[in-house]
């Protein structure tokens, strides 16, 4: 084990990396605790390492990378950058999971990470989860202290055990520029793609996730509980076998304020499984606008399905919408209440649609419907062609951010376009 001593400061952090060309140096941990430990210690740097960990048999909580505030107050600048992140067999159990890269606030005294980077890291075949926080300071009513400033971007995560990447107990976290290709490959619990918990004012954007694997959610996407404003924008999710977006809380309690205030926009879905939207117990006021959901000849999939988690969401908004299905989609709303759909195109066999006095039911025109590869540049398909009735058909949404999925500046009007592309005039 690599277990780093004292900080730094902020006019100098220590800096760990390699020298000269060639391939990485190798950290090889061979089946201890951590490969690498941080612990109540700040503005470090560390790039350029390959990190593997790999023993005889799995082992609870086994890292590549442990990231530990343990009592030690607010830790500031750890960046980790451009790490190889391999082969590391911790429990696939969530109650005592192993990760590739950990960060974890415990302690008796509150502590917390202010500006921890990880970025341009690549993670292989590592279980649990792959990019994960975990924190004991999350009880809104009695001990609520989060992380400020986490940013996780631009890190390739392939074949991954679980949960790909997992913010937790943060404030205004960032999670921005990822792929991940594979994950929940050898979890037996529930495990999805992408998602905070315990988290406010959270952005995930410009990420891609294909791959994720069962229906144990299994979605590429999650917006969690004990969460507030979590903000998902310009992701694309393909071929998850659990499907896009899992929106889910059980009933708010000191512990849990529950899941508040979700945004969803400008997002791709192209050949999700199960259903595009599982919205499990009772999140509240959640917004879902301009994404486009393509559904593949013989799939037959939910849309939308509401199930009851010690209670039923309330106030779910969709507008300017497409779903573009090829093979066939259902809806199943519960007992949920105030679901309002507005302006949306309902394309292809859909059965029992939601009631929306201005859907549209005819060809939406997308350039290439069910097109696209690997990689957010892959998408022009989604496009909306000359003359197609989605252009200026929408309906107007207060605060709906400055750009379309491609980057086009969105229009100031009263009439946008249904999609994900804002048409310029």
Same mark, same amino acid.
């Given at each position: 084990?690599?277990?780093?001593?004292?900080?730094?400061?902020?006019?100098?952090?220590?800096?760990?990396?390699?020298?000269?060309?060639?391939?990485?140096?190798?950290?090889?941990?061979?089946?201890?605790?951590?490969?690498?430990?941080?612990?109540?210690?700040?503005?470090?740097?560390?790039?350029?390492?390959?990190?593997?960990?790999?023993?005889?048999?799995?082992?609870?909580?086994?890292?590549?990378?442990?990231?530990?505030?343990?009592?030690?107050?607010?830790?500031?600048?750890?960046?980790?950058?451009?790490?190889?992140?391999?082969?590391?067999?911790?429990?696939?159990?969530?109650?005592?999971?192993?990760?590739?890269?950990?960060?974890?606030?415990?302690?008796?005294?509150?502590?917390?990470?202010?500006?921890?980077?990880?970025?341009?890291?690549?993670?292989?075949?590592?279980?649990?989860?792959?990019?994960?926080?975990?924190?004991?300071?999350?009880?809104?009513?009695?001990?609520?202290?989060?992380?400020?400033?986490?940013?996780?971007?631009?890190?390739?995560?392939?074949?991954?055990?679980?949960?790909?990447?997992?913010?937790? !107990? /943060?404030? =205004?976290?960032?999670?921005? $520029? &990822? @792929?991940? +290709?594979?994950?929940?490959? *050898?979890?037996?619990?529930?495990?999805?793609?992408?998602?905070?918990?315990?988290?406010?004012?959270?952005?995930?954007?410009?990420?891609?996730?294909?791959?994720?694997?069962?229906?144990?959610?299994?979605?590429?996407?999650?917006?969690?509980?004990?969460?507030?404003?979590?903000?998902?924008?310009?992701?694309?999710?393909?071929?998850?076998?659990?499907?896009?977006?899992?929106?889910?809380?059980?009933?708010?309690?000191?512990?849990?304020? !529950? /899941?508040? =205030?979700?945004?969803?926009? $400008? &997002? @791709?879905? +192209?050949?999700?499984?199960? *259903?595009?939207?599982?919205?499990?117990?009772?999140?509240?006021?959640?917004?879902?606008?301009?994404?486009?959901?393509?559904?593949?000849?013989?799939?037959?999939?939910?849309?939308?399905?509401?199930?009851?988690?010690?209670?039923?969401?309330?106030?779910?908004?969709?507008?300017?919408?497409?779903?573009?299905?090829?093979?066939?989609?259902?809806?199943?709303?519960?007992?949920?209440?105030?679901?309002?759909?507005?302006?949306?195109?309902?394309?292809?066999?859909?059965?029992?649609?939601?009631?929306?006095?201005?859907?549209?039911?005819?060809?939406?025109?997308?350039?290439?419907?069910?097109?696209?590869?690997?990689?957010?540049?892959?998408?022009?398909?989604?496009?909306?062609?000359?003359?197609?009735?989605?252009?200026?058909?929408?309906?107007?949404?207060?605060?709906?951010?400055?750009?379309?999925?491609?980057?086009?500046?969105?229009?100031?009007?009263?009439?946008?376009?249904?999609?994900?592309?804002?048409?310029?005039?």
């Amino acid at each position: 084990m690599l277990q780093l001593k004292g900080s730094g400061s902020e006019a100098g952090p220590i800096v760990v990396d390699m020298y000269g060309r060639g391939e990485k140096p190798c950290i090889d941990g061979g089946g201890i605790q951590d490969t690498i430990l941080l612990e109540n210690i700040e503005y470090w740097e560390i790039s350029n390492i390959e990190i593997t960990n790999l023993g005889p048999t799995r082992a609870s909580w086994r890292t590549g990378v442990r990231i530990s505030a343990n009592g030690g107050g607010t830790l500031r600048h750890i960046h980790l950058k451009n790490l190889y992140v391999h082969d590391v067999n911790g429990s696939n159990d969530k109650s005592r999971e192993g990760c590739g890269i950990f960060f974890e606030c415990k302690g008796r005294k509150p502590s917390r990470f202010d500006g921890l980077l990880i970025e341009g890291c690549h993670l292989v075949r590592t279980d649990r989860n792959g990019i994960c926080g975990r924190s004991s300071f999350i009880n809104r009513s009695r001990n609520w202290f989060p992380s400020l400033n986490v940013v996780i971007r631009g890190n390739l995560l392939e074949d991954i055990g679980g949960d790909c990447i997992k913010p937790w !107990g /943060c404030d =205004g976290c960032m999670v921005e $520029y &990822n @792929i991940v +290709r594979g994950g929940r490959m *050898r979890a037996e619990d529930y495990a999805a793609g992408i998602w905070p918990w315990s988290c406010d004012n959270t952005v995930i954007q410009f990420n891609e996730v294909s791959g994720m694997k069962g229906t144990k959610d299994g979605q590429g996407f999650d917006s969690d509980y004990n969460c507030r404003n979590s903000l998902f924008q310009y992701n694309y999710s393909h071929d998850n076998d659990g499907g896009f977006m899992l929106i889910c809380s059980p009933a708010t309690s000191s512990r849990n304020i !529950g /899941c508040e =205030g979700t945004v969803i926009r $400008y &997002n @791709i879905s +192209r050949n999700d499984g199960a *259903r595009i939207f599982h919205i499990g117990g009772r999140p509240r006021n959640t917004k879902i606008y301009n994404n486009v959901f393509y559904v593949p000849d013989q799939r037959d999939i939910y849309a939308v399905l509401c199930t009851d988690w010690n209670g039923w969401a309330e106030n779910t908004h969709f507008c300017n919408n497409i779903f573009y299905v090829d093979g066939k989609v259902r809806y199943e709303f519960g007992r949920s209440t105030n679901n309002v759909f507005e302006h949306n195109v309902f394309y292809g066999n859909h059965e029992n649609p939601p009631e929306d006095p201005f859907a549209i039911a005819d060809n939406p025109m997308l350039v290439n419907p069910g097109g696209g590869a690997d990689g957010l540049d892959s998408l022009d398909g989604y496009k909306l062609k000359p003359g197609s009735p989605c252009i200026r058909a929408g309906l107007a949404v207060e605060d709906c951010g400055s750009r379309d999925f491609w980057g086009n500046r969105l229009r100031d009007d009263t009439n946008p376009d249904i999609g994900a592309q804002a048409v310029n005039p």
